[in-house]
């Protein structure tokens, strides 16, 4: 047994050195025993270096910063274009002359975005050197922050309006102006003059100054007034702008129907051409109340007429003085084009229009036909007053 083991072993060692020389037998002990394994190979002086080492380090730092950078980009741009927490639609103002940061807070304290500095930077960077407009903003609910940057860029701010219908004196339409309550400002101390008021509904932003209006106002006037002057009626016996812009202000105020108006200023060309007074009745409440107008529940009376003020046309003749209100397009565009008519009268027809008569016999007619309409009304409204306040007061219910 041990000549068979002992011949292995040597065999082993053979085989184990027969490529490095000559065989050298070796016991079993010796084969199973671990050779000397060598030595790593000791690093260059270079690879030790300092200088290395140091860059290595550096780009470690360069990939981590990356690998942080991109991570950031990308929970920003992530922040910056999901829904936002708005719950309901809301208004949001951008002050005049607001930076971004001012802006981004004011959002972030609305609850209109979750991250005042992602909308700041991000923003910023989409903006490239432009700005975010000054306004009043409707934000719909969970807007994102995208699109409340693109909202407030774009400078679609909410629009509101102050309506100053035709017939309105200068007067009154400062006080409507005066009583708006998104307006700002004060108005010019010194009225425009009477008819220099373009009547119109006029949109603005809030925080628009109400002088800002008054001077659209006159601006758009002058250039409406200009136009029709230029278009008008070579014959007509007025001789300047603001004698046309006389006579449109009283047919403004004689009638509200527009298919009414250039018949209504036949009937005032044709007394100025006859040399007849205009009795009209719109002058003698501007000669007693001026700009204020006349009280709603305050009739005409009969002792009016008779009253001497520089606009009472039936006593004056000709036009008044200035105009006694300010005139909308259709009723300059009357004046300067009328219909050409022989009719020198009119009268209300009791419908909201009026009746037109050549002579005064045919107009004292119809005089008497409103009159028996008015007196109808009358009667009727007393006896509808007087029923109201006999009747029987509804029962009350039992709870």
Do not use: C
Request: proline letters at 7%.
């Amino acid at each position: 047994m041990s000549d068979s083991n002992d011949n292995g072993a040597a065999q082993f060692g053979r085989s184990e050195n027969a490529s490095n020389g000559p065989i050298i037998p070796k016991s079993a002990n010796e084969a199973l025993r671990p050779e000397k394994v060598p030595q790593p190979p000791k690093r260059s002086r270079k690879a030790r270096s300092q200088v290395v080492i140091f860059l290595n380090f550096v780009m470690t730092v360069i990939v981590f910063a990356a690998l942080a950078a991109a991570g950031t980009v990308y929970y920003a741009m992530h922040q910056y274009e999901k829904p936002g927490p708005l719950q309901a639609n809301q208004n949001f103002i951008v002050r005049g002359g607001a930076g971004m940061s001012e802006i981004a807070s004011g959002l972030e304290r609305g609850n209109i975005i979750t991250d005042a500095r992602v909308f700041r930077f991000v923003s910023e960077a989409y903006l490239d050197n432009e700005t975010l407009k000054a306004g009043e903003y409707e934000i719909k609910a969970g807007s994102s922050m995208q699109e409340v940057m693109q909202l407030l860029k774009s400078g679609k701010s909410i629009l509101y309006s102050v309506s100053l219908p035709e017939g309105l004196t200068v007067k009154q339409m400062f006080h409507r102006l005066a009583d708006d309550p998104v307006l700002v400002g004060d108005l010019p101390t010194e009225l425009p003059p009477e008819g220099t008021l373009m009547p119109d509904t006029y949109k603005f932003t809030r925080g628009t100054k109400r002088g800002e209006i008054v001077q659209q106002m006159a601006a758009a006037q002058k250039v409406l007034v200009g136009q029709i002057w230029e278009k008008r009626d070579p014959n007509l016996p007025v001789s300047t702008v603001e004698e046309l812009v006389t006579l449109a202000s009283i047919v403004e105020k004689e009638t509200g129907r527009a298919d009414e108006r250039p018949r209504v200023a036949s009937v005032f060309i044709n007394r100025l051409d006859k040399g007849m007074r205009l009795q009209s009745d719109p002058t003698i409440i501007y000669g007693i109340f001026g700009g204020d107008g006349k009280p709603a529940d305050r009739p005409i009376l009969k002792s009016d007429i008779d009253k001497q003020t520089p606009y009472n046309t039936y006593i004056i003749k000709g036009l008044p003085p200035t105009p006694i209100a300010n005139p909308g397009r259709a009723a300059l565009e009357a004046v300067a084009n009328p219909s050409r008519t022989p009719e020198l009268y009119f009268v209300a027809d009791g419908t909201g229009g009026h009746v037109f008569a050549e002579t005064l016999d045919e107009h004292n007619a119809n005089v008497r036909r409103w009159r028996k309409v008015e007196a109808e009304r009358a009667a009727e409204a007393a006896k509808a007053a007087a029923d109201a306040g006999t009747a029987e007061p509804a029962a009350t219910q039992p709870q």
